[in-house]
């Protein structure tokens, strides 16, 4: 039975008897009072009625007497009777109806003492107590009282009736608060008895929550300390023991006598210790080839050699194999130093073992190959050494080869060399004596003249344009096969380079009748990247030669067709197609060399040098382009090729400034004779050919022109009277004409002079020789040999 039931059942049963033993004493307290308050009573109304009844005898009435009976009989309920004995013995008057029961009289009877009572029982069961008073002036006189006895106890139970409810009352009352305190102390007992239990089955974390100030709270608080203590030592407890369960090695304590403390998992998976209980055993009562006997021999040993670590030894695991340990053994100590436990580490080093003997063994084998191997090594060197032999001749010979080599590259590098500068020159060379022979003719033409001198003027002069032609055709070629040259990236309109073509070539195809069309895609833009005077060269190239190799009246058409740009890039492709005489499929490889025509007998119809397909064919090479031809002798032909362009967005804005800029190099014939006043212009040369040539084609102008032979005069002439315009040769001796511009330039900037306008006339026409020209300090070149119109037109600008 719990402690709550047992409370419960104290208390009730408490109330229970405190209760019955109050009731028990109330009643019999409550009895005696009632019964001498009876007595008391009835002994009263005896004396009163002695009183009466000697009065009564005296005066011989007895009717009072009997009156007064009957009233007390009838209001004192507990009154059985009352009998009244005169002085002589005989009854006065009583209070029964009739006569005296015979029963009663008989129980009165002997009553003869001053005072007495007794109890008697009426034939009907019913207790009576009689009560006799003896009258004081008579002998044997007295009154005898009759009460119901039973008439009290009847008082009594009825208040005890009316009591019950109370004490029902109080019993029910009794046992809720019996119940309610039982719950007030067993509850928080209960908590601390769960509490208990939880901790008993390992839950540290539970808390228990009694906030009472009395001594359970206190209790509680105690056991949540308690609980928390235990929890950090357990949890560290815990920690080690998983920790030791968790090691691979094997861990086994045995006391300094052999007996054995305690193991860990390790050891017991591997030696079996839950099926033998190993915990107790002591060491030597276990086979020499057990673990611990085997541990325990080795903490004997060590402590004989004071070592203990790094012991090998073989135990017998629980699968009967034997199974190589690694020992290591550490004595725990006492705090007096004594030793409290070997602690012995093992690990298993099968596999370890099953390495090295693998490891050896391949030891082994390698040594064996490395032997054959060195064997093998000595008798292939010796082989090598004699191959070596040989191969260093081979590579003496090679290298021999390579010297050649690089000598034979080198003696072509230079003659290329030779070649480019030797071109170089002979174009200078060449082109100084054709400026004065094609200046001369332009001048000549413009004088009076008879019609043979005319004819003659016009042959130098086609002569002359040939000439320069070829020139400038050779030079192209000379550079273009030394890497130098170089395209341009500019705007420029297509439209424009193809109608300049076609004006260029018009007159010679005129004068052939032949039909000469252009027709464009509608689709190509007008402005697009490139190299204009190259493509323009291209252009004359093939439309030139399609004229030239078509019969009169044939025609000769150009056109073009666009793809769609991709990245940016547009391909355009240009095609002149002519019903020509055509070409041989088998020349039609080699009329791209260099000096090589198709028609190779020397009554060939057409003249030219042979190097216009070869040098359009490198342009179009050079611009990323491709080129095609194709030919059907008796037929024709169609030169093609494609370059492809960068776009530019803005065209419009590029257009005009295109245009523009082609307005600007229109002619502007009489600008310089317009201009009024008379212009000292300093003419640097050292050829007196070309200073008359000049002078000639600067005749007409209102100019006062010195003459310099070299750049020292130049300088000395400009240093001592200022001139307008300077026009300065380039290649001359004693000083040329870069280092005499720079001198000029530097004096102008000493002196704090005006820059004057220097125009650089040479026969270097490289497009480096003009930046050079200009990177000198000239405003302009003209390259030699030069039209008319172009020196005009280059003064008219600068003025
Ligand atoms: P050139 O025209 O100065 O001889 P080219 O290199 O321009 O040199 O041409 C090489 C050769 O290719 C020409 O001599 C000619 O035999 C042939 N050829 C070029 N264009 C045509 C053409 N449109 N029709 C027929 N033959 C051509």
């Known amino acids: 039975m719990n402690l709550k039931r047992k409370i419960i059942g104290i208390t009730i049963f408490m109330i229970f008897i405190t209760t019955a033993v109050f009731g028990y004493f109330m009643k019999t307290a409550v009895y005696q009072t009632l019964e001498e308050e009876i007595d008391g009573r009835a002994i ?25 009976l009957a009233d007390y009989i009838k209001t004192e309920n507990y009154l ?39 109890i008697f029982r009426r034939s009907d069961g019913i207790e009576l107590e009689d009560f006799f008073i003896k009258s004081g002036t008579s002998r044997d006189g007295g009154v005898h009282i009759g009460i119901y006895e039973s008439k009290i106890v009847d008082s009594i139970n009825r208040l005890v009736v009316k009591l019950m409810p109370f004490l029902v009352g109080v019993i029910l009352g009794g046992i809720l608060i019996a119940y309610l305190l039982a719950s007030a102390i067993t509850s928080p007992l209960q908590l601390l008895s769960d509490g208990v239990k939880r901790v008993t089955h390992g839950d540290l974390d539970f808390i228990i929550n009694v906030r009472t100030q009395d001594e359970i709270g206190q209790l509680a608080e105690s056991f949540n300390n308690m609980t928390e203590k235990l929890r950090e030592s357990t949890v560290s407890r815990e920690f080690m023991e998983k920790l030791v369960n968790t090691m691979n090695d094997v861990l086994l304590v045995i006391s300094p006598n052999g007996t054995v403390m305690n193991y860990n998992k390790a050891y017991s998976d591997l030696f079996g210790a839950i099926s033998t209980g190993v915990n107790g055993k002591n060491a030597d009562t276990f086979d020499s080839s057990e673990a611990p006997a085997v541990m325990y021999a080795a903490y004997k040993k060590s402590l004989e050699y004071g070592l203990v670590h790094g ?9 009967g194999n034997e199974i190589p340990l690694l020992l290591s053994l550490a004595v725990m100590k006492n705090e007096d130093g004594s030793p409290q436990a070997v602690i012995c580490a093992a690990q298993n080093i099968t596999n370890l073992k099953k390495s090295q003997d693998e490891l050896q063994a391949k030891q082994t084998e390698l040594e064996y190959v490395n032997k054959n191997l060195e064997e093998a090594v000595a008798s292939r060197t010796a082989e090598l050494a004699i191959g070596n032999e040989g191969l260093r001749a081979e590579v003496a010979e090679r290298q021999k080869k390579t010297e050649e080599l690089r000598a034979a590259r080198d003696l072509a590098e230079s003659a290329s060399r030779a070649k480019s500068e030797f071109l170089a020159n002979m174009s200078h060379e060449m082109r ?54 170089e395209i341009l990236k500019r705007p420029f309109s297509l439209i424009n380079t193809l109608e300049r073509v076609i004006e260029m070539v018009s007159q010679s195809a005129d004068r052939k009748k032949i039909n000469l069309s252009l027709d464009c895609d509608a689709r190509m833009p007008d402005v697009v990247i490139g190299d204009q005077a190259r493509l323009q060269q291209i252009l004359v190239n093939l439309v030139a030669n399609a004229i030239k190799f078509t019969e009169a009246e044939g025609s000769v058409k150009v056109s073009t067709s666009c793809e769609p740009a991709v990245n940016e890039l547009l391909p355009v492709t240009f095609a002149i197609k002519d019903t020509g005489i055509g070409i041989d499929p088998d020349k039609l490889d080699m009329i791209f060399d260099s000096f090589s025509q198709a028609d190779t007998s020397i009554t060939r119809r057409f003249g030219g040098s ?10 179009v090479e050079s611009m990323n382009g491709t080129f095609k031809v194709e030919s059907v002798p008796g037929i024709g032909s169609t030169f093609s090729f494609t370059v492809k362009f960068s776009t530019i967005t803005v065209e419009s804005e590029l257009t005009g400034k295109i245009s523009k800029n082609r307005d600007k190099n229109k002619p502007e014939r009489d600008v310089v004779s317009q201009a009024g006043a008379i212009r000292r212009v300093l003419l640097v040369d050292d050829s007196s050919e070309n200073q008359a040539l000049m002078r000639l084609l600067l005749k007409s102008l209102p100019l006062e022109i010195q003459e ?68 000198a300090g000239c405003d302009d070149h003209i390259a030699k040999p030069f039209k008319k119109q172009m020196l005009l037109d280059c003064l008219s600008r600068h003025f």
């Open 44 to 68: 009263a109304i005896g004396k009163h009625f002695t009183e009466l009844s000697a009065d009564a005898y005296l005066s011989g009435s007895t009717s009072l007497l009997q009156t007064h």
């Open 80 to 118: 059985a009777y009352i009998i009244i004995f005169d002085s002589d013995g005989q009854i006065q008057a009583h209070t029964f109806p009739k006569a005296i029961p015979p029963e009663i009289l008989a129980a009165v009877k002997n009553s003869t003492k001053e005072q007495s009572v007794h």
């Open 311 to 319: 012991i090998e030894s073989q135990c017998r695991s629980l699968s």
């Open 432 to 485: 100084t004596p054709l400026n004065s022979i094609i200046g001369g003719t332009e001048y000549l033409e413009s004088t009076q003249l008879e019609e043979e001198q005319r004819r003659c003027i016009g042959m130098i002069q086609h002569s002359g344009d040939s000439l320069l032609l070829l020139i400038n055709d050779l030079i192209d070629l000379s550079r273009i096969e030394a890497g130098q040259l």
């Open 610 to 619: 042979g190097l216009g397909l070869a040098i359009s064919r490198k342009l």
């Open 708 to 775: 310099a032979n070299n750049g020292q005069e130049a300088l000395d002439m400009y240093t001592s009277t200022p001139f307008d315009l300077v026009l300065m040769d380039i290649q001359m001796p004693v000083m040329d004409g870069y280092v005499a511009t720079k001198m000029i330039r530097r004096h102008e900037e000493r002196a704090g002079l005006e820059k004057t306008c220097i125009i650089a006339l040479t026969a270097h026409a490289y497009e480096s020789d003009i930046q050079k020209c200009l990177d």
